[in-house]
């Protein structure tokens, strides 16, 4: 029975924990509930749809007991009572045909039923894939606004199984769980009233026996609910681990890795399993425990109705019609165990979705925030004035990344960064673009904070080029422009000019139209990167941003990329984060970070004349790119 232990809040926070996910600490299901019925709500003329299918369809159900009852104390009792029980006799004709016509009628009916079944698979189906394509749009787009600090704390595929699983697992809810539910309880209400009408006394005996019923569901509400969240979370760290093993696949096979990584994705394909399990096992229970209620209420209306009958108090075809009528009426309450099912499952993956949904990017543009001072049609002046005023940061409270750096860069001209690794060159970039803030300081462009600016007008006046510049699966042309409306022809004609990218365009077979592998795998480094110059060129930035791309390539690729380097950050401000010492030494300014602080600053001669950590990593790098002597 290990399936059956409830577990503590505590143990289902420290499981959160592991999984990486937040914990819910018992969100009601009426929040849930009236959050979504909110999402639904635009599209309330597809539900209304829905619930007049659903309410032909009811009137349809009720017309097939009240046919038979009609039957069988119409002509059938008639033929009955007029000859006996021993026999019909011939001249039954007149019965016979009464007969064939309610079997006529319930036919008609029952060929109604079929259409209006077909509508309503039909329509529930379409009306929850349209609210839930427009909730996928949603988060996808929240997501996408997320600042890379909350990026830089969950996997990728978790956001991938909220973005697709999770929020495809609500498309139940809207189609067999939260519609079909409300109209049940209409139902309900309906026949309990028909159900008085009929035999008042049969109807009691069932009302009574009711609560039973809605207890045994109510009973395992809580460890569904459970279940299903871990079922979820699993799913999540699962898939996180499953992507993260196919990004990296070249290093398992190099480094033979094939036998661990096989160990822990079955380590957590065994969790999954388990906690499907404990799922299957609450089921289990459940619906053998609904069918032993249902059998009992069943029971009971037969044993009551029985003495009924043969006293003379209830006809025949009145019993038929109230049985098939509680039928009716448990089927809804005996199937709230399927709707819970589904309901907890739609009602774990909704807490997931709603919890990215209310999470806030850190990084935002303010009430207010500026696009004009020169950032007009997101684009800025061509002269950007750049500060960094006592910046320090750091990812991890205690870690200090960069302790009060304060610089400039003027404009039109080029700031190279140079240091060791973990000195703190990316940080630069990365507060400058605005992934993050600053834990201390500010961040000016032409006087004014970055945080008072528009982001993505912000954004939107950077040339970006790194050492890994990452291209999409698509067209090369769609890799250029990037649907920028800002991106003309004239302008990608151009930049492929400037940045020598034609000649690798030349190269393709259908050059512009070429299909790009994803990450750019069929495209040599040294391309990628011309390719990446091209396209911060094609959207005119005032403001570039350069991780030098010429650390890994060839000595024929490293000149066209610099002669197409200098085309980009001509007259331009730039930030340039420099690995190799002789590709800056015309930059107007040099900045030499070394454990977060900012300990030299000046041109290429002036700090060789320094002596400083310059001069040493200048002397270094210089040394082991020398002949060797022999």
């Known amino acids: 029975m ?59 159900e009720l017309a097939g007991p009240w046919i038979i009852r009609s039957a ?15 026999s019909i006799p011939f001249d039954s004709k007149p019965y016979i045909n009464g007969l064939l016509v309610w079997v006529l009628v319930y036919v008609i009916c029952s060929l109604m039923t079929v259409a209006m079944r077909y509508l309503e698979v039909a329509h529930l189906t379409k009306t929850g894939q349209v609210v839930v394509a427009d909730l996928r749009s949603r988060v996808f ?35 067999s769980g939260l519609v079909t539910l409300a109209f049940d309880l209409v139902r309900i209400a309906f026949l309990l009233v028909i159900l008085f009408t009929l035999h008042a006394k049969l109807a009691f005996v069932v009302l009574l026996l009711m609560p039973i019923l809605i207890g045994v569901s109510l009973a395992f509400r809580g460890g569904a609910r459970d279940a ?8 999540s760290k699962l898939n996180g681990y499953l992507q993260e093993v196919l990004s990296g696949i070249r290093v398992v096979q190099v480094f033979r890795q094939e036998h661990k990584v096989s160990q822990r994705f079955g380590g957590l394909l065994n969790q999954y399993l388990t906690a499907n399990l404990r799922t299957i096992f609450l089921f289990a229970l459940f619906f053998p425990a609904l069918d032993l209620v249902v059998n009992g209420i069943q029971g009971a209306t037969v044993w009551v109705a029985g003495a009924d009958i043969s006293s ?8 038929f019609q109230f049985w098939f009528y509680v039928t009716m ?55 950007n004035h750049v500060r960094f005023e006592g910046v320090s940061f750091d990812y991890l409270d205690g870690v200090p990344v960069l302790e009060d750096v304060s610089f400039e860069m003027k404009p039109g001209e080029t700031t190279a960064v140079v240091g060791a690794t973990g000195a703190g060159k990316s940080t630069l970039v990365n507060l400058l673009l605005r992934f993050y803030d600053p834990k201390a300081g500010r961040i000016t462009v032409d006087g004014r904070d970055l945080r008072d600016w528009d982001l993505k007008a912000l954004r939107r006046c950077f040339g970006i080029v790194l050492q890994e510049d990452f291209l999409f699966a698509g067209t090369v042309r769609e890799n250029l422009d990037l649907g920028r409306e ?85 007259g331009r401000t730039a930030l340039v984060i420099a690995h190799r010492l002789s590709t800056v030494r015309n930059a107007d300014q040099i900045l030499v970070m070394h454990h977060g602080k900012l300990r030299e600053r000046g041109t290429h001669d002036e700090l060789l004349a320094k002596h400083g950590i310059y001069a040493k990593l ?13």
């Open 228 to 235: 299903h969240r871990t079922v979820r979370g699993r799913l």
């Open 329 to 383: 009426l448990l089927n809804p309450v005996r199937e709230l165990g399927e709707r819970y099912n589904v309901l907890q499952s739609a009602f774990a993956s909704a807490e997931r979705v709603f919890q990215v949904l209310d999470t806030k990017p850190s990084v935002e543009s303010s009430m207010g925030a500026s696009t004009g001072n020169g950032l007009v049609n997101g684009k800025a002046p061509a002269g």
């Open 486 to 570: 800002d991106v003309t022809e004239e302008s990608l004609e151009l930049a492929l000019e400037a940045s020598r990218a034609e000649l690798v365009i030349d190269a393709l077979p259908d050059g512009l139209a070429s299909s790009v592998a994803e990450r750019g795998a069929t495209l040599s480094t040294g391309e990628r990167q011309l390719l990446a110059i091209a396209r911060a060129l094609a959207g005119q930035p005032s403001l570039v941003v350069l991780d030098e791309a010429t650390a890994s390539v060839d000595s024929g690729t490293e000149a066209q990329i610099e002669e197409a380097t200098g085309n980009l950050l001509g």
């Open 72 to 86: 069988i104390d119409g002509p059938v009792a008639d033929a009955i009572t007029a000859r006996g029980l021993d």
């Open 141 to 175: 787009s929240h997501i996408q606004s997320m600042d890379l600090a909350w990026f830089d704390k969950r996997p990728t595929g978790s956001l991938v199984t909220r973005v697709t699983s999770d929020v495809e697992n609500l498309n139940e809810m809207f189609t």
């Open 2 to 60: 290990k399936y059956w232990k409830r577990r503590s809040a505590a143990d289902k926070q420290r499981e959160n924990a592991e999984l990486g996910e937040e914990f819910v600490a018992g969100a009601w299901d009426t929040q849930i509930v009236g959050r979504l019925v909110r999402l639904a709500m635009p599209h309330r003329r597809l539900f209304l749809g829905t619930f007049a299918v659903l309410a032909v369809l009811f009137v349809l």
């Open 618 to 630: 200048y002397r270094l790098q210089f040394a082991e790119h020398s002949p060797a002597r022999t």
């Open 312 to 319: 003379g108090e209830l006809r025949i075809g009145v019993f």
